[in-house]
């Protein structure tokens, strides 16, 4: 597949928002690049200036380039935060199963490449704000949205 990443208006992107009512404002937007059968995926993300996206784990190994605005970044461990970054333009992490965090877009937003590697199918827990399981994302439930959004395109 070829995507041009920083022509946002060529993908098919999904919003992302919280229904309940949470103590910060979710807003981001999601289109996902690739998935293979071996577990390798490659979406791409993109946050509303200040907003967040869901508090969760990812149950993966995880890689991130930051491709436009800031990433606001805090991890937490035993429900409390226990380190912050801002992430610019170029930034490069990798992480490990296991990381508990929240993301926010900086004040113009943000553009975020990922790669995940989840030979299993588990990507991710979202967790209430008080650490408890709220879902489960798997890559079977991100196939389904891609061919969601690939009849979209094709509409």
Same mark, same amino acid.
């Given at each position: 597949m070829k995507h041009n990443l920083l022509d946002r208006e060529s993908l098919v992107w999904v919003h992302y928002q919280e229904e309940e009512d949470f103590p910060y404002p979710v807003s981001y937007w999601g289109t996902i690049l690739d998935i293979d059968d071996s577990g390798h995926l490659s979406v791409l993300y993109r946050w509303d200036p200040h907003s967040y996206?869901?508090?969760?784990?990812?149950?993966?190994?995880?890689?991130?380039?930051?491709?436009? $605005? =800031?990433?606001?970044?805090?991890?937490? =461990?035993? $429900? =409390?935060s226990t380190h912050s970054t801002v992430r610019h333009v170029g930034h490069y992490a990798k992480m490990p199963p296991g990381d508990i965090h929240m993301e926010q877009g900086g004040a113009e937003g943000a553009?975020?490449?990922? =790669?995940?590697?989840?030979?299993? $199918?588990?990507?991710?827990?979202?967790?209430?704000?008080? $650490?408890?399981? @709220?879902?489960?994302?798997?890559?079977?439930?991100?196939? @389904? %949205? %891609?061919?969601?959004?690939?009849?979209?395109?094709?509409a």
């Open positions: 996206c869901h508090f969760h784990r990812h149950l993966c190994a995880t890689t991130s380039v930051v491709l436009a $605005g =800031e990433l606001h970044v805090s991890t937490f =461990e035993h $429900g =409390e553009l975020v490449l990922f =790669e995940l590697y989840a030979p299993n $199918g588990q990507l991710t827990d979202q967790l209430h704000p008080d $650490g408890s399981i @709220k879902r489960t994302l798997t890559i079977d439930d991100l196939r @389904k %949205m %891609m061919a969601r959004q690939q009849r979209s395109a094709a």
